[in-house]
């Protein structure tokens, strides 16, 4: 492997565990009889990705602000979930909007302490290989190098059960297929270089590798999942913020699922605002090329795909990411408030 690529591995492996670190927190009892006390703000995460349409847009349209009118809405833009997780346990922010494996951690490290109560974003993930990496099938996997954005994160999870599900090793257990973590940005560098021959990632780094790195797909995570629907993005909640403002946390949920039913109703100017806002918060916008590509492979929903995120989890555990007994995720959702928002505007319920 070239220096280059030790360097990213040893960096981001080192980010990897101090951010895991902070995971820490205290059990939560959870209670059953919610009551509301006065807020004078709610505080939400989120990210500059796409995959984040619903905060994004939603902010950026008034439409949350406009349903608090006497309330407050403070924003916190991140870069990686463990920040985000780590915020909410600090009590920073109430709300985020996040990948399932970062929720997953949180909840299993907290013991409780958070609630998932909407979903957020489904699909929107994919493998693409470098065009002259002689890679055609699973066949020829052995000896290739691969990547995926964070070590233990949701795309590293579903690259690693992917490859043990066809039959390799990693090397790092004597195997003959490498999976390093490197971050998005230093994924394409390293293809233009050649230096990978693959990689598993989010949206739109999947249009990116294959429009500006001579990349194809080789699978559309989709096509894994029964339906082709599985979560990438999730709205989760501090587990004691719910307890004492149910109201607010229900009233964000109606614009959440409004939000939702306007983004798909109005695709291309979504986008539009969609990509302004990214280029507000990052400096750059996406070529629209590539957010047309990526875009329709994501479904902006407040379905949190259950069983994927329990299926996620399970890969997890089995690759050592949770520990070493398995969590348990009974208790991970709260979908009351949600259901309730659905039933009132005549939507189809989610299965609890």
Do not use: C
Request: net charge neutral; glycine share 8%.
């Amino acid at each position: 492997m070239r220096s280059s690529v030790k360097i990213l591995i040893a960096s981001v492996i080192i980010a990897a565990v101090l951010a895991d670190a902070t995971l820490l927190g205290q059990p939560v009892k959870v209670v059953d009889n919610m009551q509301n006390s006065k807020a004078d703000a709610i505080r939400v995460g989120y990210f500059p990705n796409i995959n984040h349409a619903i905060p994004i847009i939603g902010i950026a349209r008034n439409s949350f602000k406009d349903a608090f009118p006497d309330i407050e809405i403070k924003t916190t833009i991140f870069n990686a979930g463990p920040s985000a997780i780590e915020s909410l346990f600090a009590d920073q922010i109430d709300l985020t909007y996040v990948g399932p494996n970062p929720a997953i951690n949180g909840y299993v490290k907290s013991g409780g302490a958070l609630k998932v109560i909407a979903g957020a974003a489904s699909g929107g993930a994919v493998f693409v290989i470098r065009n002259d990496s002689g890679i055609i099938s699973e066949a020829d996997f052995a000896g290739k190098t691969f990547a995926s954005p964070q070590l233990g994160n949701t795309q590293d999870v579903s690259l690693r059960a992917y490859i043990l599900g066809n039959g390799y090793r990693f090397a790092e257990q004597g195997g003959n297929v490498r999976i390093i973590p490197v971050q998005n940005p230093d994924i394409l560098t390293l293809f233009l270089k050649k230096e990978l021959d693959g990689a598993w990632v989010p949206e739109p780094w999947g249009a990116r590798l294959v429009r500006e790195a001579n990349g194809r797909i080789f699978l559309d995570e989709r096509q894994l999942w029964p339906e082709g629907k599985f979560v990438t993005t999730l709205l989760i909640v501090r587990t004691k913020f719910l307890e004492e403002h149910s109201d607010l946390v229900e009233k964000w949920l109606k614009v959440h699922v409004d939000t939702v039913q306007w983004i798909n109703d109005n695709k291309a100017e979504a986008s539009k605002i969609l990509n302004g806002e990214i280029k507000k918060m990052t400096g750059q916008s996406l070529n629209e090329d590539v957010l047309k590509d990526a875009m329709a492979r994501i479904e902006i929903t407040y379905d949190p795909v259950k069983q994927s995120l329990l299926k996620s989890a399970d890969d997890a555990y089995k690759l050592g990411y949770l520990g070493d007994k398995k969590p348990d995720l009974a208790n991970i959702y709260d979908l009351r408030m949600l259901n309730k928002v659905l039933a009132e505007k005549k939507l189809q319920q989610i299965q609890e």
